[in-house]
């Protein structure tokens, strides 16, 4: 006879476990034991067995009534607590025990075990519930060949050089064929992204019709109301360039560029990880492109068959073909120091003297900045990047931009820091030069002759192997191979023999032009038997001015001299253009096509933008309107609830003050 342990049959301890309820059901089911026997062995009640064999209960579960605690006048509170903290970084969030104390303050006089218990269970609840419902749903996106692609910036780390620098990280991937690229900058400002957006086209052999982005500050200005954005004038510009549609995501919506969001989590493994020390940041970029291009081949596709090299190039007849580059520069306006300097980034770069004390566009890019004016370029230099802040900045100089001050200020030579980057020879040169009297100036001269001939043939002619060097005229003999080689700077250009230095002495103290003065007494000097350095040194100009002065004299005499008026910069618009200019503002907007009433500068500027992909300035189209005969009118405010019969009794029942002038009254009779 089958018999319960002691501690079943003897009545127990009330509670009934997964043995116990195992054992009833053998007995019932396999034994066809009654259950009356069933109760009776148990202690249990016939109904109590019944239960359990009817309801088929494998494990026993019992329910824990709920309890009223003293911290349920306190849990709206507490939660409160909870939900603020979470927005909080971990080190401003408060613990568990300070907010006992807190409710302690309140009036709760319950346990902390009890405090703890709760937050314990709500950050249970809330972690289910971001792993189930939080986590919200997504539909799967496909793309057609050559649609679009997506762009994101990420920041990662890289040996370059033998130092440990943090970068930031482009990435473009097409969404059709997910064939992508990464490269690398050292800032994320609009010249990196212009360039990161040409290599990438260069690479996918065309321009897809699509670019998605999140809302970054390099391409978006504002954020509106759902999808309204204020785009960036020079990212449009590149956009129009490109001739592709820029897209924005939702805030904080990265799955609307999913493929993108993770192929900046796959670079880490693939790429970076695996990346070797480099020399500099073109070497890196350059192995990161071929890398990219050897992982088309290597990784599967998995929505459509084949590689991603493979469907790349189904794709690639349905990109638009690849445009010139656009010159994506960032422009700054600088004033050149008194010392011949501009600084941009704390670093400081050297300009030609003639443009000290003046403006200046400096035109920045990636790799380099470029100095621009009155339209023309005036020098360029390697850009310098140095995230730093504890390293002081540097002095980029290029020595033949003071020239025209040495030529002024021979003594600036010994010790101006510009010139302890000219070539060795040159140094050297200087060193013999400058042990004899005078020698100061005879080396400026030599220098001098950089602004007129190859630099390289001057070079040449000042190392260790020419046997004489005449500074005054700078003739150099020398036997290379067993032939006689000569070097002589071209003779100098002779004045016009209708004149002389007393008729141009004459003709200066009569000019009212102070620069055609200037000249004057310059090419006076020479006509006296002067040298062509002493009339450059009484104009304050170089050599080269010299030459050019003289040219334009025997060319046109005297009024030669003078300044012709400059052209200056051609208009970026056409007459075709300016008739569609003045069109639109003849027939004015149209508002609920172009969302304005009236038009504003701004808002013919950005229709310049649109239609014919033109940047211009407002300034720039109230030029243009000024000169078609239009002039700048705004209407006087009016209140909408006014009323022109109230105004026109108002008129009426004013009294008129009728007042004579004093003229009239002095001139009555009396």
């Known amino acids: 006879m089958n018999t319960l342990p002691r501690r079943f049959w003897l009545g127990g301890y009330g509670v009934i476990d997964m043995g116990f309820l195992s054992v009833i059901r053998r007995w019932a089911l396999r034994d066809k034991m009654p259950i009356r026997e069933i109760s009776r062995r148990t202690g249990l009640s016939r109904n109590t067995v019944k239960k359990y064999l009817r309801e088929g209960i494998v494990e026993p579960k019992f329910k824990t009534p709920p309890r009223p605690t003293k911290l349920d006048p306190y849990a709206d509170r507490l939660s409160s607590w909870l939900v603020a903290q979470t927005r909080k970084s971990r080190k401003e969030r408060r613990t568990v025990k300070q907010m006992h104390v807190d409710l302690v303050q309140l009036g709760y006089d319950g346990s902390y075990e009890r405090v703890a218990a709760f937050v314990r269970a709500w950050r249970a609840d809330r972690q289910r519930a971001e792993q189930t419902t939080g986590r919200g749903t997504f539909v799967p996106l496909i793309f057609q060949p050559g649609e679009a692609f997506q762009f994101d910036w990420s920041e990662d780390w890289a040996n370059i ?98 493929q993108v969001e993770k192929n900046v989590q796959d670079a880490r493994n693939r790429l970076w990880q695996v990346m070797p020390v480099l020399a500099d940041l073109a070497e890196l970029n350059q192995w990161l492109e071929d890398r990219c291009i050897a992982l088309w081949a290597e990784t599967p596709h998995k929505a459509l068959p084949g590689s991603l090299a493979d469907v790349w190039k189904a794709e690639k007849p349905m990109l638009m073909a690849l445009p010139p580059a656009f010159d994506g520069f960032i422009e700054h306006s600088k004033r050149v120091s008194p010392t011949c300097l501009i ?87 200087q060193e013999r030069m400058l042990r004899k009297e005078g020698g100061d100036r005879e080396m400026v001269d030599i220098l001098s002759l950089v602004l007129q001939h190859n630099e390289e043939d001057v070079l040449y002619q000042t190392s260790d192997e020419v046997t004489h060097i005449w500074a005054s005229g700078f003739v150099a003999n020398m036997i290379p191979d067993g032939k006689r080689w000569e070097f002589a700077m071209g003779a100098a250009i002779p004045l016009r023999d209708d004149f002389d230095g007393c008729t141009l ?112 300035d407002e300034r720039t189209v109230s030029r243009e309107l000024k000169n078609a005969g239009y002039r700048r009118l705004t209407a006087r405010p009016q209140h909408p609830a006014q009323n022109e019969f109230a105004v026109e009794d108002f008129k009426k029942a004013s009294q008129p003050n009728w007042r004579k002038s004093a003229i009239s009254l002095k001139a009555a009779p009396r």
Request: hydrophobic content about 40%.
């Open 343 to 429: 600084t941009f980034e704390r670093n400081r770069y050297s300009v030609p003297a003639s443009f000290a004390n003046r403006r200046v566009s400096l035109h920045v890019y990636p790799d380099r900045l470029v100095v621009v004016a009155e339209g023309q370029t005036v020098c360029e230099h390697a850009r310098l990047i140095d995230r730093s802040c504890r390293k002081s900045g540097k002095v980029v100089y290029d020595w033949r931009h003071y020239l025209a001050v040495i030529q002024r200020k021979p003594g600036a030579l010994r010790n101006g820091a510009p010139f302890t980057e000219m070539p060795e020879a040159f140094q050297r040169l």
């Open 161 to 258: 050089g033998g130092e440990r620098l943090k970068l930031q990280v482009a990435h473009i991937k097409l969404s059709h064929s997910r064939a992508f690229l990464v490269r690398a900058y050292l800032l994320q400002t609009h010249e990196m992204l212009f360039d990161a957006h040409w290599h990438a086209f260069r690479v996918f052999g065309g321009v897809p019709g699509r670019g998605i982005y999140d809302n970054m500050k390099t391409a978006v200005d504002r954020v509106g109301k759902g999808k309204q954005r204020d785009i960036n004038v020079r990212f449009k510009a590149m956009a129009s360039h490109y001739v592709f549609e820029p897209e924005f995501c939702n805030p904080a919506s990265g799955w609307e560029k999913g």
């Open 505 to 616: 002495r004459r003709l200066a103290r009569v000019c009212r032009d102070a620069k055609q003065t200037r000249r004057l007494l310059s090419l006076a000097v020479i006509y006296d038997g002067g040298s062509r350095s002493d009339a450059a040194h009484i104009g304050g100009v170089t050599l080269q001015i010299i030459r050019d002065w003289v040219l334009r004299f025997n060319a046109s005499g005297p009024n030669g001299l003078k300044d012709t008026p400059k052209s200056g910069r051609p208009s970026k618009l056409d007459e075709q253009q300016r008739r569609a200019l003045i069109e639109i503002v003849e027939r004015g907007p149209y508002p609920s096509v172009d969302a304005v009433v009236r038009w504003r500068l701004k808002d013919l500027a950005a229709w310049i933008l649109s239609e014919f992909g033109i940047v211009v």
